[in-house]
């Protein structure tokens, strides 16, 4: 699988290829929708699909292969993948390039804030609902690769909205069963001590988490503990488990809540911690667990990551965000996360943090791919507008795909990667569909890959009932998110119907993920 990709003219020759096909028949007009089916092709709120009627306008100039590769480095929030993301209800307008970069990401903290607050019995601030973290929340059905790297997955289904359809890219790294595997870990917990961790529910979940994390890790990991509040203290320095479990525990019993937040200050600190205590070979990573309120000392993501961009950059030392509390600073410890080479996820209650600290605990320490960045080339024979549902925070410029000096996501074992796509295809084309792309560095050798998979027009299910049920399930955590935030996806569901539809498929699954889905669809419908 994935191989360095020195010569560059194979993936064009294979665009080329698949561009010189041309629509072979006209496809019969769609198959009626089961009932169940229809569960998820009515409109958001008041029952009608928003279908969106602008112009096509499609570039025929030919089919466009993977940005070339560049020397110099680019714009992560550049726009020139081919769509409208200003605001989440942008319209769909078409697509001038036929490309889509993005950043590969795994947060799922907006997801589960959302949750929170739902049973909280309110509805989540749209601005706080990012599409990419509430489908990436569930279990997926990719094929797994053996070693490091990805799969690649694409498939699609039709919905009832005239022409479109849902396209699915699925990434997946290689298992995570066996513990022992795994390269050593050398973690630095961030914990935030201020006076709002005293909340039930924050500090004292954070500190059961760290005890049974404490008794799950091996003996050849080390741990060290900070602190912050008005400022930040190292409790405990790096520290060899072998032998020294009683004094982790000790430190995490000692933890009280004090005053002011300097999440700031804790972050360097950390990471300081991280640097002097450094191992050689092993996965290094910052833990920050906070409710991300800051309101002492410096509270600017961008200027707190500056301060330690040589730790991240020199050491390869990762964040990974634990956000807990219901009222969460989402934004900050998202940003953080996202431009500190990492990820987040949000823990409400002790199931919650069993999962994240404990069954996830692999793939939340571990790396299998460093910078890994997705672009997907639609073509414009078969395709005439698309819209990447979410990822707006992680867009990369397109030709920046192959330019390794631009950030991208770090991944590990056990991860899936979900990216959702609305695709409006020309009445009656027959042929390819989509080239999906992704591109990765060995996290030891920084050594690049890529792996591509492929979609045509006549794999697509024919509607959204006859897909695999974890698309179905990708499907109904894609429009949630969308109504959450009101938007505009082409055969949006209502909340009501979604939400039978959620039920149905926790039978059919029999996840619980899924059914929480569910619930969380029940209590946003209440509300609504």
């Not at 290829?17 to 998820?40: D, E, N």
């Not at 110099?72 to 209800?89: F, L």
């Not at 050593?184 to 059961?208: H, N, Q, W, Y």
Request: glycine share 8%; net charge negative; hydrophobic share 35%.
């Amino acid at each position: 699988m994935g191989t360095d990709q020195t010569d560059r003219t194979r993936p064009a020759q294979e665009y080329a290829r698949h561009r010189t096909r041309r629509p072979r028949r006209l496809r019969a007009t769609l198959l009626a929708l089961t009932a169940a089916g229809g569960l998820l092709l009515t409109g958001c709120s008041a029952g009608g699909s928003s279908n969106s009627n602008s112009a096509d306008g499609a570039n025929r100039t030919g089919f466009p292969a993977p940005a070339p590769a560049t020397t110099s480095g680019g714009d992560n929030g550049s726009e020139q993948d081919g769509e409208q993301t200003s605001t989440p209800a942008d319209k769909i307008a078409p697509s001038p390039d036929y490309l889509s970069t993005f950043a590969l990401d795994v947060d799922t903290a907006s997801y589960g804030y959302a949750r929170r607050v739902l049973a909280d019995g309110q509805l989540p601030d749209p601005s706080t609902v990012r599409p990419e973290e509430f489908v990436n929340s569930f279990r997926q059905d990719y094929e797994r690769p053996d070693g490091n790297g990805f799969t690649v997955t694409v498939d699609g289904a039709r919905t009832d909205s005239a022409n479109w359809s849902l396209v699915r890219v699925g990434l997946a790294t290689r298992t995570a069963d066996d513990n022992a595997e795994r390269p050593p870990a050398a973690l630095t917990f961030v914990i935030d001590v201020s006076g709002s961790m005293a909340e039930t529910g924050r500090l004292d979940l954070a500190k059961k988490s760290l005890d049974e994390m404490t008794d799950r890790l091996r003996d050849d990991d080390s741990v060290a503990l900070v602190t912050f509040s008005d400022e930040a203290e190292t409790v405990l320095p790096m520290t060899r488990l072998d032998g020294h479990r009683g004094t982790v525990h000790h430190a995490v019993d000692e933890l009280e809540t004090q005053s002011s937040t300097n999440l700031g200050a804790g972050v360097e600190t950390g990471y300081a911690t991280a640097t002097e205590g450094l191992r050689e070979g092993a996965t290094n990573r910052v833990v920050l667990i906070s409710d991300g309120l800051a309101n002492t000392g410096d509270t600017n993501a961008d200027s707190i990551l500056e301060r330690i961009s040589n730790e991240r950059r020199d050491h390869g030392i990762t964040l990974f965000g634990v956000g807990v509390g219901s009222d969460y600073g989402d934004a900050l410890m998202e940003k953080l996360a996202d431009k500190g080479d990492g990820h987040t996820a949000y823990v409400s209650d002790d199931a919650d943090a069993r999962k994240v600290f404990v069954d996830q605990l692999p793939q939340n320490i571990d790396l299998t791919a460093r910078d890994a960045k997705a672009q997907v080339a639609f073509d414009p024979e078969t395709v005439a507008q698309f819209r990447l549902i979410g990822y707006e925070d992680r867009k990369v410029a397109d030709d920046d795909f192959r330019n390794d000096n631009v950030d991208g996501g770090e991944i590990g074992p056990g991860h899936t990667v979900t990216a959702l796509y609305a695709v409006r295809t020309r009445p009656g084309a027959d042929g390819h569909l989509a080239t999906a792309s992704v591109r990765w560095l060995d996290p030891d050798t920084r050594a690049p890959h890529e792996e591509s998979g492929q979609l045509e027009t006549d794999a697509l299910h024919d509607s959204l009932s006859s897909a695999s049920p974890r698309f179905q399930v990708t499907a109904v955590a894609a429009y949630f998110a969308d109504c959450l935030r009101s938007g505009d996806l082409p055969g949006d569901p209502g909340l009501d119907e979604l939400a039978d539809r959620a039920h149905a498929l926790a039978k059919q699954t029999e996840d619980k993920d899924v059914q929480q889905l569910a619930e969380a669809i029940d209590e946003a419908s209440r509300m609504n």
